[in-house]
């Protein structure tokens, strides 16, 4: 066994990820953390634990091997709790009092010193290694700690965005996720290790940061993905074949508005929209004109996420390629023999794997593509074969999990 035998994982929202019946929203990356804490529980020596963030957890719970531990940050909490109430616009007489904090600690703390403190959490984790997801404050902080503590932390990129070569600038900027630009070029500088999901964020990395990355592809568990694929129940949909789209409802990131106009301009054929709510003014706007060929469905538990692939005919990502890495929907398409068609996101994998089409950017071609994969049903199978073949060869959990140790005990 490696002297780095305690991982702790760090990917705040993946609470949702194990625990269906607790409610918030998780991603892509939240999905890719708890994968791998899997596969790492069952397939190596390791001792593995995860901190999440999350009401329903107030103790540490043992899930599949994975010991699941609350980080709560009363200071996080309430800026949440802030950030809420703008978007909301709605102000309970209570965050009278947050927002009043808020203005008190940003007037008498030093600028961009907020994630570099001390955190009692963090530096009573047993743990030998941090596994963080993400370049944001939270990844500064679990860094700065296991420093502080004489311990290392390795850096999981969740997107292209990740390595925005305007971080490694002196311009200071905050991100369209409320992050600031001198904070994630830190968080860059300072992780021990640097793993990206591909060659594109390898090469951003190493010209603009002067940092040599781990490359490990996104891992699916393949045969626990075909056995829910079987079994799973999901949400009641009213076709039995039809083009699915995942995200999140919003205008710069999964882009939810080009999916409706998408669905509008191709009226003859089915969608299912899975729209996670973030922005209320894109959810309302997408609901408002939701066309009688689009049935959109609030949340899925991630148990039910391979219902839903079971009668689809085709995948549509009109994500933006600047804050996407490989998206895990590309690897549920693969293994569930359905093919894709992106608006841009191709990550290196769909022009790999032969798994689907990319529409270059162009909406037109990208309307094209999925009407020709839905009314060629021989040629669609040709995408769906190629994308399980390279899924099972190159992503399949085993094979990853087998990589990523190999990383990690070099970091010994």
């Known amino acids: 066994m490696s002297a780095l035998d305690t991982l702790a994982f760090v990917s705040l929202p993946a609470w949702p990820v194990v625990s269906p019946e607790s409610s918030g929203i998780f991603g892509g990356t939240e999905t890719r953390a708890v994968t791998l804490a899997r596969g790492l529980a069952s397939r190596s020596s390791f001792d593995v634990r995860f901190l999440v963030r999350h009401p329903d957890l107030t103790q540490p719970q043992s899930i599949d091997g994975i010991t699941f531990e609350p980080w709560r940050d009363p200071v996080t909490e309430r800026n949440a709790r802030v950030a809420e109430a703008i978007k909301s616009k709605r102000w309970p007489p209570t965050l009278l009092r947050d927002a009043a904090a808020i203005l008190l600690q940003r007037a008498f703390q030093p600028k961009g010193n907020t994630p570099l403190r001390i955190d009692p959490v963090l530096q009573n984790t047993t743990a030998n290694l941090f596994c963080v997801f993400g370049v944001h404050s939270a990844a500064a902080k679990v860094i700065y700690n296991a420093h502080q503590t004489h311990r290392k932390a390795v850096l999981f990129l969740g997107s292209d965005a990740d390595v925005d070569p305007q971080y490694a600038t002196p311009e200071s900027f905050r991100t369209r996720y409320g992050e ?24 951003s990395l190493k010209t603009h940061f002067h940092r040599d990355g781990h490359l490990l592809r996104n891992p699916i568990d393949v045969a626990e993905w075909n056995y829910r694929l079987e079994n799973a129940t999901g949400p009641e949909l009213k076709s039995d074949r039809y083009v699915l789209w995942i995200g999140r409802a919003d205008d710069f990131h999964k882009r939810a508005d080009i999916a409706l106009d998408i669905a509008k301009r191709l009226p003859e054929i089915n969608f299912v929209m899975i729209l996670n709510p973030q922005h209320p003014d ?59 068609v992106s608006l841009e996101v191709d990550a290196g994998y769909l022009s790999t794997s032969g798994g689907g089409l990319v529409g270059t950017g162009v909406v037109r071609q990208t309307i094209e593509a999925v009407q020709h994969l839905w009314t060629s049903p021989e040629e669609a199978e040709k995408y769906a074969q190629a994308g399980y073949d ?8 085993s094979v990853v999990i087998e990589q990523l140790v190999d990383i990690l005990n070099r970091l010994d």
């Open 180 to 203: 600031r630009s001198h904070v994630c070029r830190w968080v860059l500088e300072n992780a021990d290790a640097v793993i990206v999901q591909n060659e594109k964020q390898l090469q």
């Open 282 to 340: 894109v959810e309302h706007r997408v609901r408002e004109q939701c066309p009688a060929n689009l049935q959109i469905i609030d949340h899925v538990p991630f148990a039910e996420m391979p219902a839903l692939y079971r009668n689809a005919a085709l995948l549509l990502n009109t994500s933006s390629s600047q804050h996407e890495g490989l998206p895990n929907t590309f690897l549920q398409a693969g293994a569930s023999r359905v093919p894709i």
């Open 390 to 397: 390279f899924v099972t060869r190159h992503h399949d959990l």
